[in-house]
């Protein structure tokens, strides 16, 4: 694949920030839609199934309530004994017993006592087999009805005292005959005396808009709702004003069917093909199952459109940034145009003319870009200025240092160090690793300053106990070294490179013997003369060495030309070259080899700004 590349800065700036940027927009923004559309859907899921449990929580608790009211009209001692005393009489005619018999306006006024208390039910009736009824509520008196044409009779009769529910329209019910058109929720079981012998029924009846009001309430504030509420036997209990039974029973065995669990929702195609969220819970009195579903796409319709708006609102935020990106870049290089002209335009033989575009360079509001124009301009007049007083003892010493700083970057020792750092991370050994990575680091920044005025004595023992450290780790245990400078030493003022090149030169000519091999640091300082000595226990110097080396501080002390310098062995003459351009007769160096074994040099000079 071929790379693409950018002629101009301006263009990098421009694709690096707006691919930049557009892609964490791009990534944020994917993960708050994934993650706000996730929450949503899950809300949704879990209102559908709390809906569910809040219906059945009404459903329950309107079942106790009829409930325990038919069980307290079972377990009444006074209707026990007016069934033993009064509706066990045989009738002979469909009349009203009301004033036949004493008990039952007293029975009846209990049982309405309840009612308009708690409101239970609208309804309580209580048959014997004999075909007599006694009732209180919307009607209250004593009728004769043939018990066994009631619909709920058989299911009752069945039961043996359980609750049997149904739903029963108000021309089911002779005593209802003011309400025409309402529907009720009749509760029947079995009324037995003490010996657990049937003695007849008793029947709560609720008007199933009071009882299903809950439902109803909700219905009307969401018309994307539907709710069934069936028993076992696929009787629908709800919506009881609606030809709604087939459409219910179709879910109802589709739960069965594919054995869906509670408390979760499901997808389920509709009659019409639309897909629906579906969910359900069972009451805890009754088998009713309360299905409530959910048409998706009116549910989920508005992360829909907001899924829209956010795409819209990405794409303009897109089109935003990259009109920043591009602003910015030009913004940038612009200043960075004109000082490349204006670097064109110097001429070398008239820099005064360099001030010519200064006030255009300097007005790019960026500090760092105006720095660096401002620093040009410094950096013209300067140059300017030091045209004239170059002088060949400055080119002597700025040479000397160069060939000190290139000998410094022998690439004999940074292949050595590289070899170490390479074995050293195949054994593990990565503390080693990073430290000497770490003194490589200081070294080459140390030597590339280039500073003509000189370094603290204390910045140059600094980079040799880094050197010293490289080695330490290259020869271990068979390499030791001790420094000893005194403080009111460390603020001299020295060229650059003066220490080390002695080390290293110890190090590669001093340890031609057998180990252990110690080198030593000390200075001494005496009024405003300093010395520092470099000893080492190696086999010392040759005395054409020392002869040689002599001879070239007496022509430096003659004001003989400085001898041409090559890379190859020259530490010890750069730095004898080096102090004799800095101190002049102030600087002083002293080789010398001792009686058992290895050697010193010593150098210092006055203490000089």
Same mark, same amino acid.
């Given at each position: 694949?071929?790379? &693409?590349? /950018?002629?101009?800065?301006?263009?990098?700036?421009?694709?690096?920030?707006?691919?930049?940027?557009?892609?964490?927009?791009?990534?944020?923004?994917?993960?708050?839609?994934?993650?706000?559309?996730?929450?949503?859907?899950?809300? &949704?899921?879990?209102?559908?199934?709390?809906?569910?449990?809040?219906?059945?929580?009404?459903?329950?608790?309107?079942?106790?309530?009829?409930?325990?009211?038919?069980?307290?009209?079972?377990?009444?001692?006074?209707?026990?004994?007016?069934?033993?005393?009064?509706?066990?009489?045989?009738?002979?005619?469909?009349?009203?017993?009301?004033?036949?018999?004493?008990?039952?306006?007293?029975?009846?006024?209990?049982?309405?006592?309840?009612?308009?208390?708690?409101?239970?039910?609208?309804?309580?009736?209580?048959?014997?087999?004999?075909?007599?009824?006694?009732?209180?509520?919307?009607?209250?008196?004593?009728?004769?009805?043939?018990?066994?044409?009631?619909?709920?009779?058989?299911?009752?009769?069945?039961?043996?005292?359980?609750?049997?529910?149904?739903?029963?329209?108000?021309?089911? =019910?002779?005593?209802?005959?003011?309400?025409?058109?309402?529907?009720?929720?009749?509760?029947?079981?079995?009324?037995?005396?003490?010996?657990?012998?049937?003695?007849?029924?008793?029947?709560?009846?609720?008007?199933?808009?009071?009882?299903?009001?809950?439902?109803?309430?909700?219905?009307?504030?969401?018309?994307?709702?539907?709710?069934?509420?069936?028993?076992?036997?696929?009787?629908? /209990?709800?919506?009881?004003?609606?030809?709604?039974?087939?459409?219910?029973?179709?879910?109802?065995?589709?739960?069965?069917?594919?054995?869906?669990?509670?408390?979760?929702?499901?997808?389920?195609?509709?009659?019409?093909?639309?897909?629906?969220?579906?969910?359900?819970?069972?009451?805890?009195?009754?088998?009713?199952?309360?299905? $409530?579903?959910?048409?998706?796409?009116?549910?989920?319709?508005?992360?829909?459109?907001?899924?829209?708006?956010?795409?819209?609102?990405? =794409?303009?935020?897109?089109?935003?940034?990259?009109?920043?990106?591009?602003?910015?870049?030009?913004?940038?290089?612009?200043?960075?145009?004109?000082?490349?002209?204006?670097?064109?335009?110097?001429?070398?033989?008239?820099?005064?003319?360099?001030?010519?575009?200064?006030?255009?360079?300097?007005?790019?509001?960026?500090?760092?870009?105006?720095?660096?124009?401002?620093?040009?301009?410094?950096?013209?007049?300067?140059?300017?200025?030091?045209?004239?007083?170059?002088?060949?003892?400055?080119?002597?010493?700025?040479?000397?240092?160069?060939?000190?700083?290139?000998?410094?970057?022998?690439?004999?020792?940074?292949?050595?160090?590289?070899?170490?750092?390479?074995?050293?991370?195949?054994?593990?050994?990565?503390?080693?690793?990073?430290?000497?990575?770490?003194?490589?680091?200081?070294?080459?920044?140390?030597?590339?300053?280039?500073?003509?005025?000189?370094?603290?004595?204390?910045?140059?023992?600094?980079?040799? $106990?880094?050197?010293?450290?490289?080695?330490?780790?290259?020869?271990?245990?068979?390499?030791?070294?001790?420094?000893? &400078?005194?403080?009111?030493?460390?603020?001299?003022?020295?060229?650059?490179?003066? $220490?080390?090149?002695? $080390?290293?030169?110890?190090?590669?000519?001093?340890?031609?013997?057998?180990?252990?091999?110690?080198?030593?640091?000390?200075?001494?300082?005496?009024?405003?003369?300093?010395?520092?000595?470099?000893?080492?226990?190696?086999?010392?110097?040759?005395?054409?060495?020392?002869?040689?080396?002599?001879?070239?501080?007496?022509?430096?002390?003659?004001?003989?030309?400085?001898?041409?310098?090559?890379?190859?062995?020259?530490?010890?003459?750069?730095?004898?070259?080096?102090?004799?351009?800095?101190?002049?007769?102030?600087?002083?160096?002293?080789?010398?080899?001792?009686?058992?074994?290895?050697?010193?040099?010593?150098?210092?000079?006055?203490?000089?700004?």
């Amino acid at each position: 694949m071929k790379r &693409i590349r /950018f002629k101009t800065l301006q263009k990098r700036l421009f694709t690096y920030y707006s691919l930049f940027f557009v892609t964490l927009l791009v990534i944020i923004a994917t993960i708050v839609f994934y993650f706000y559309n996730n929450v949503t859907r899950t809300n &949704i899921i879990e209102n559908q199934i709390q809906l569910n449990h809040a219906i059945v929580n009404s459903l329950n608790q309107e079942l106790n309530t009829i409930n325990n009211f038919s069980m307290n009209l079972v377990f009444s001692n006074m209707v026990r004994e007016h069934f033993k005393e009064e509706l066990s009489k045989v009738p002979n005619s469909n009349i009203n017993y009301k004033e036949d018999y004493s008990e039952v306006t007293t029975l009846i006024d209990v049982i309405l006592a309840i009612i308009s208390s708690s409101q239970p039910a609208k309804q309580a009736n209580i048959y014997d087999f004999n075909g007599k009824m006694l009732g209180a509520g919307e009607f209250n008196g004593q009728i004769l009805t043939d018990l066994k044409q009631k619909p709920w009779f058989d299911k009752t009769m069945e039961l043996h005292g359980n609750k049997y529910l149904s739903l029963m329209e108000s021309n089911q =019910i002779p005593t209802m005959t003011s309400n025409e058109g309402n529907t009720y929720l009749a509760l029947t079981r079995v009324f037995k005396n003490q010996n657990y012998v049937n003695q007849g029924i008793v029947e709560i009846l609720q008007d199933a808009d009071r009882f299903f009001s809950y439902l109803n309430e909700i219905k009307t504030q969401n018309e994307n709702l539907e709710i069934y509420v069936l028993n076992s036997t696929n009787q629908l /209990f709800y919506p009881y004003k609606q030809t709604s039974k087939q459409q219910a029973i179709v879910y109802n065995n589709h739960i069965n069917k594919n054995q869906l669990q509670e408390d979760h929702t499901y997808d389920v195609k509709g009659p019409s093909e639309t897909t629906k969220l579906l969910s359900y819970s069972t009451t805890d009195n009754m088998d009713w199952r309360v299905i $409530v579903l959910q048409d998706k796409s009116k549910l989920f319709a508005f992360l829909n459109q907001l899924t829209i708006v956010f795409v819209l609102l990405l =794409i303009s935020t897109l089109f935003v940034i990259l009109g920043i990106s591009y602003l910015v870049s030009k913004r940038v290089t612009s200043p960075l145009e004109n000082l490349r002209v204006a670097i064109q335009d110097l001429d070398p033989l008239d820099l005064s003319n360099s001030n010519r575009k200064k006030s255009e360079l300097t007005n790019s509001s960026i500090e760092e870009i105006d720095a660096l124009h401002s620093t040009f301009q410094k950096m013209s007049e300067k140059l300017s200025e030091s045209i004239e007083e170059l002088v060949v003892a400055r080119e002597q010493e700025m040479d000397a240092k160069f060939l000190a700083l290139q000998s410094q970057m022998n690439p004999h020792f940074l292949y050595n160090n590289l070899a170490n750092i390479n074995v050293m991370a195949e054994e593990g050994m990565n503390d080693k690793i990073i430290r000497l990575s770490e003194n490589m680091s200081f070294m080459l920044r140390y030597i590339s300053q280039m500073n003509r005025k000189g370094v603290k004595l204390k910045e140059e023992i600094d980079y040799t $106990v880094r050197y010293l450290e490289c080695m330490d780790i290259r020869y271990e245990e068979n390499l030791s070294y001790s420094i000893h &400078i005194p403080e009111g030493m460390k603020e001299v003022s020295v060229p650059m490179l003066l $220490v080390q090149p002695l $080390v290293e030169n110890s190090i590669k000519h001093g340890l031609n013997i057998d180990p252990p091999w110690h080198i030593s640091i000390e200075g001494k300082c005496d009024s405003d003369i300093w010395r520092v000595t470099v000893t080492d226990n190696g086999p010392g110097f040759e005395p054409s060495v020392i002869k040689q080396l002599q001879e070239l501080c007496n022509k430096l002390d003659e004001k003989v030309d400085i001898p041409d310098l090559h890379i190859d062995g020259m530490g010890i003459k750069n730095i004898i070259i080096r102090l004799k351009l800095m101190y002049g007769e102030d600087a002083y160096i002293n080789i010398e080899n001792h009686n058992c074994r290895g050697a010193s040099i010593t150098i210092g000079g006055k203490y000089k700004e």
